[in-house]
C-alpha cells in the first residue's frame, strides 16, 4: 500500500495574515503573539512523563505537513495549565484530582506500552504498536496497577484526548486549517 501524503485543505491560507486587517484588535495581537512567542517551559511534568506525552500527542494530532521547527508545541502547555494548578471548573467523579489522573495517565499508558512489548516505554514504540497501546487505554482494557486508581477509557476520553485536540487547535498556527 502506498502512504498518502498529507496535505492542508487550505495551502494558500494563513491566518497571521489578519495581523494588520480590522479583524484583529490589539488584545487578540497580544493573545496570538503570546502564544506563538511565548512557549513556557516543561516544570510540572517528569523528563519521561513529557517523552510519553509527546508521542501520545504526535500519535493523536499527527503534524506530518511541518518541519520538526514548526510544529505546534502541545506539551508544554498542558504542562503549564497543571503547573499552575489551572483547571476547568469541574472534575468527574470517578477520577482523581486533575494533577494525580495525568501522572496515573502517563504511568498507566507505559505500563500497558510495556506489558505489551517486552518492557518497551511508550515513547519508543513505532506507529502500530502506539496505536495497539492507545486503543487499549481508550477501550478501557489496557494493563497496568495505574489502572486500578483511574478508569483508562475515561481518562482517555475526557481528559488526554480533549487536552490534546484543544491545545492543539487553541494554537494560531493550527488556525490555518
Known sequence: MEEETFRTRYPDYNVLDKWSSPDWDDQTRRAVRKRLEEVPPVRFFTGHE????????????PQ?????????PIVPWIDEKLY???????????L??????????????????RAFFDGK????????????VLRHVERGDAPGAAWERL?????????????????YY????????
Open 50 to 61: 513529557a517523552l510519553t506525552l509527546a508521542a501520545i500527542a504526535e500519535h493523536i494530532v
Open 64 to 72: 506530518p505537513d511541518r518541519g520538526e521547527s514548526e510544529k505546534i
Open 84 to 94: 499552575e494548578d489551572k483547571r476547568d471548573g469541574y472534575r468527574h467523579e470517578e
Open 96 to 113: 482523581p484530582p486533575q494533577r494525580e489522573a495525568w501522572r496515573l495517565g502517563l504511568a498507566g499508558i507505559d505500563e500497558a506500552s
Open 121 to 132: 516505554a511508550f515513547a519508543e514504540l513505532d506507529a502500530l504498536s502506539r496505536d495497539v
Open 151 to 167: 478508569p483508562p477509557a475515561r481518562f482517555f476520553r475526557d481528559v488526554l484526548s480533549i487536552a490534546i485536540v484543544k491545545t
Open 170 to 177: 487553541a494554537r494560531p498556527l493550527a488556525w490555518n486549517e
